[in-house]
């Protein structure tokens, strides 16, 4: 089982260029979220999804878009990088249920010149 | 709104020592509650989880119980070991409320814990 693999691993762009961050899960899981993770800030949730066809904000999600066309994949879309978006992203999915452990990928460390 | 405050580290331990990393949360409704392990360069696993009050998560020696009434959900363990070096997140998850329920996690800011040998 490969559970949540995030691609690619680092990344490296000038301010004003876009990029899509890559997660696929092979759990058949219905939750899908991307977090972001800052030093002294913890981890904080961009947008998730529950389900194909559905997405919503989470609280930091200005300059990030997200679409769910299949159970799998959840790709994170930068539309123009700032430096601000220089950060650590991790995808996560999980069964449906607040109950429910969520299964992190390795992470996509991002750096935005 | 809901939110997860855990103490500062770096929390800087000998091996076999006992650890306590403390926990406290606001949130309305019922919230699950998490502990999560970062290694370095890994991303994170749930360490431990807790689903309502009094309940006690435990594993690999870690334990949490879910206080509802001093809203806390402190991280224990006996003895330390040097393998226990990592970053430990708790977190809280949004329980049903108005008949809806969220995966959303709400994290705290994380706790350093460096064990030497």
């Known amino acids: 089982n490969a559970g949540v693999t995030q691609t690619p691993k680092f990344q490296v762009l000038k301010t004003g260029q876009s990029m899509t961050l890559q997660c696929a899960q092979d759990m058949n899981h219905e939750y899908m979220s991307w977090y972001r993770q800052d030093p002294g800030m913890g981890l904080r949730l961009i947008h998730y999804?529950?389900?194909?066809?559905?997405?919503d904000q989470g609280e930091v999600p200005n300059g990030y878009n997200v679409s769910r066309s299949t159970t799998e994949d959840f790709p994170l879309r930068l539309l123009s990088a700032a430096p601000s978006q220089t950060s650590v992203y991790f995808c996560?999915?999980?069964?449906?249920?607040?109950?429910?452990?969520?299964?992190f990928g390795d992470g996509t460390r991002l750096s935005i010149l | 709104g809901n939110s997860v405050t855990q103490m500062e580290g770096p929390v800087t331990l000998s091996e076999e020592a006992f650890l306590t990393i403390n926990c406290t949360y606001t949130a309305t409704g019922y919230p699950s509650l998490f502990w999560y392990v970062q290694y370095p360069g890994e991303g994170l696993q749930l360490l431990l989880k807790a689903t309502k009050a009094d309940d006690k998560g435990s594993n690999k020696g870690f334990e949490a119980t879910y206080r509802k009434e001093t809203t806390s959900f402190h991280l224990e363990k006996g003895s330390v070991q040097v393998s226990d070096s990592a970053v430990y997140f708790c977190a809280l998850s949004e329980g049903w409320y108005y008949g809806g329920a969220t995966n959303k996690l709400i994290f705290g800011t994380g706790t350093l814990l460096a064990v030497q040998p």
């Open positions: 999804s529950v389900g194909a066809g559905i997405t």
């Open positions: 996560a999915s999980s069964d449906r249920g607040s109950n429910q452990p969520q299964h």
